[in-house]
């Protein structure tokens, strides 16, 4: 009998038939992601007064979330690799709702912080979403198909705030919590019916499976591509970070205004997928990322230097943030990509390690961000962070570069 053959050549031979989702269920999963850790940024000033506590305390609900999804990542690879994708996919989803409910209901804000990090289980979406696409494309392909599912995801986080803002002025900070549900519930529901089984379970034991790590670690190409990505996803992080305190504190914003222009990155974010899904099979992905993170970089530069001349406003600040958007759309795909094809057999673990890179220096920055900022300094802080570490994107991209020339790759 001819061996069967996923569209990767993979040999699929007693393997339960490949029912890959459409796009639609996976933006929901890499979008609910996204949504749950931005749709309330605009109520922060409000949360804080309505739980009596500091701004700085009730910030850290955006740097919990970020830490608490790297470690989750940590654990999701080896543990899907081992399972299959779509049953933690749907247990992660449930406890995401549980989560929900209990940060609504929460009588203080130690307790909402407690299921705001348990809400970061909604992140097996994302990753599994991910190494699903991995599972049945090639590198390029698969960088394309990405590109697509986060171009159509950038939506989601573009609207998040947004809708967050004006749900906080009409219904109060609750408002966007009782969404999440709903589209939780939606999207669990979804992936029960669309999500099929991509991956081929690998029969061994988790802790084999973490074993496995090592091979990872010592790929200097693995490195580079997630290097790339966190660093320049940390310019993003840094930003979810401070640019609420920057909206209200020193340009006056109230919620609605700020959710309109903290939209800003997103559509970058999304022009970014858009070349990314349309142009990365074509420039090939290490091309792809290093374009991205000049485009970053650029950005962020132009906005320090017109902000030193005297003629920072609210419009620059916000304006030159679509570039961070439009570079990080491009080099996220992309660096994901490459970073799942180093060893694809590991595909979900790769993502796993490198996902939880990302999201752990994503959730340091962030807190480093808001615990910079005060009225008096400005955005000063936050645009040399997120100078600093778009710099550093560069470099990493151009060893992953170096090192295939070195490799004859």
Same mark, same amino acid.
């Given at each position: 009998?001819?061996?069967?053959?996923?569209?990767? &050549?993979?040999?699929?031979?007693?393997?339960?038939?490949?029912?890959?989702?459409h796009?639609?269920?996976?933006?929901?999963?890499?979008?609910?992601?996204?949504?749950?850790?931005?749709?309330?940024?605009?109520?922060?000033?409000?949360?804080?007064?309505?739980?009596? *506590?500091?701004?700085?305390?009730?910030?850290?609900?955006?740097?919990?979330?970020?830490g608490?999804?790297?470690?989750?990542?940590?654990?999701?690879?080896?543990?899907?690799?081992?399972?299959?994708?779509?049953?933690?996919?749907?247990w992660?989803?449930?406890?995401?709702?549980?989560?929900?409910?209990?940060?609504?209901?929460?009588?203080?804000?130690?307790?909402?912080?407690l299921?705001?990090?348990?809400?970061?289980?909604?992140?097996?979406?994302?990753?599994?979403?991910?190494?699903?696409?991995?599972?049945?494309?090639?590198?390029d392909?698969?960088?394309?198909?990405?590109?697509?599912?986060?171009?159509?995801?950038?939506?989601?986080?573009?609207?998040?705030?947004?809708?967050?803002?004006?749900?906080?002025?009409?219904?109060?900070?609750?408002?966007n919590?009782?969404?999440?549900?709903?589209?939780?519930?939606?999207?669990?529901?979804?992936?029960?019916?669309?999500?099929?089984?991509?991956?081929?379970?690998?029969?061994?034991?988790?802790?084999?499976?973490?074993?496995?790590?090592?091979?990872?670690l010592?790929?200097?190409?693995?490195?580079?591509? *997630?290097?790339?990505?966190a660093?320049?996803?940390?310019?993003?992080?840094?930003?979810?970070?401070?640019?609420?305190?920057?909206?209200?504190?020193?340009?006056?914003?109230?919620?609605?205004?700020?959710?309109?222009?903290?939209?800003?990155?997103?559509?970058?974010?999304?022009?970014g997928?858009?070349?990314?899904?349309?142009?990365?099979?074509?420039?090939?992905?290490?091309?792809?990322?290093?374009?991205?993170?000049?485009?970053?970089?650029?950005?962020?530069?132009?906005?320090?230097v017109?902000?030193?001349?005297?003629?920072?406003?609210?419009?620059?600040?916000?304006?030159?943030?679509?570039?961070?958007?439009?570079?990080?759309?491009?080099?996220?795909?992309?660096?994901?990509? $490459?970073?799942?094809?180093?060893?694809?057999?590991?595909?979900? *673990?790769?993502?796993?390690?490198?996902?939880?890179?990302?999201?752990?220096?994503?959730? $340091?920055?962030?807190?480093l961000?808001?615990? !910079?900022?005060?009225?008096?300094? &400005?955005?000063?802080?936050?645009?040399?962070?997120?100078?600093?570490?778009?710099?550093?994107?560069?470099?990493?991209?151009?060893?992953?570069?170096?090192?295939?020339?070195? !490799?004859?790759?």
């Amino acid at each position: 009998m001819a061996n069967r053959q996923d569209p990767a &050549g993979q040999d699929t031979r007693g393997v339960r038939p490949r029912t890959p989702p459409h796009i639609g269920t996976l933006i929901l999963l890499s979008g609910l992601s996204a949504l749950g850790m931005n749709i309330f940024l605009p109520s922060l000033p409000g949360m804080t007064a309505y739980f009596q *506590t500091d701004y700085r305390l009730m910030q850290l609900s955006v740097a919990l979330y970020l830490g608490v999804n790297a470690v989750i990542q940590l654990l999701i690879g080896p543990i899907a690799d081992n399972m299959g994708r779509r049953p933690v996919i749907l247990w992660g989803l449930a406890l995401f709702l549980i989560a929900t409910l209990g940060c609504l209901f929460a009588p203080s804000v130690e307790t909402f912080l407690l299921f705001r990090m348990c809400q970061a289980v909604a992140v097996v979406g994302m990753v599994l979403g991910r190494a699903a696409v991995r599972d049945v494309y090639p590198a390029d392909k698969a960088a394309s198909m990405i590109g697509y599912v986060t171009m159509g995801m950038a939506i989601v986080p573009m609207m998040g705030p947004i809708a967050g803002g004006f749900l906080d002025q009409i219904f109060g900070w609750k408002a966007n919590f009782w969404l999440l549900i709903l589209l939780g519930a939606l999207t669990l529901g979804l992936t029960y019916v669309d999500f099929g089984e991509t991956g081929r379970k690998s029969g061994k034991t988790l802790v084999a499976q973490f074993r496995e790590y090592p091979e990872l670690l010592r790929s200097p190409r693995f490195w580079g591509y *997630t290097l790339a990505a966190a660093f320049s996803s940390g310019c993003f992080f840094a930003y979810l970070g401070g640019a609420p305190f920057v909206g209200t504190e020193v340009y006056g914003l109230d919620a609605g205004l700020l959710g309109i222009y903290f939209g800003a990155p997103a559509l970058g974010y999304l022009v970014g997928n858009f070349f990314s899904g349309r142009y990365s099979a074509r420039a090939g992905i290490n091309r792809m990322v290093l374009w991205g993170c000049l485009t970053c970089t650029s950005g962020v530069a132009v906005s320090l230097v017109v902000l030193a001349a005297g003629a920072g406003s609210v419009e620059t600040f916000f304006g030159f943030m679509t570039f961070v958007g439009l570079g990080n759309g491009m080099v996220l795909p992309n660096a994901t990509a $490459g970073a799942l094809s180093v060893r694809p057999h590991l595909a979900a *673990t790769a993502s796993g390690l490198s996902g939880a890179t990302m999201l752990g220096g994503g959730a $340091g920055l962030s807190a480093l961000a808001g615990a !910079l900022l005060t009225p008096a300094s &400005g955005a000063w802080p936050l645009l040399a962070i997120m100078l600093t570490v778009s710099v550093l994107s560069i470099g990493a991209i151009l060893l992953v570069i170096a090192r295939e020339r070195q !490799l004859g790759l």
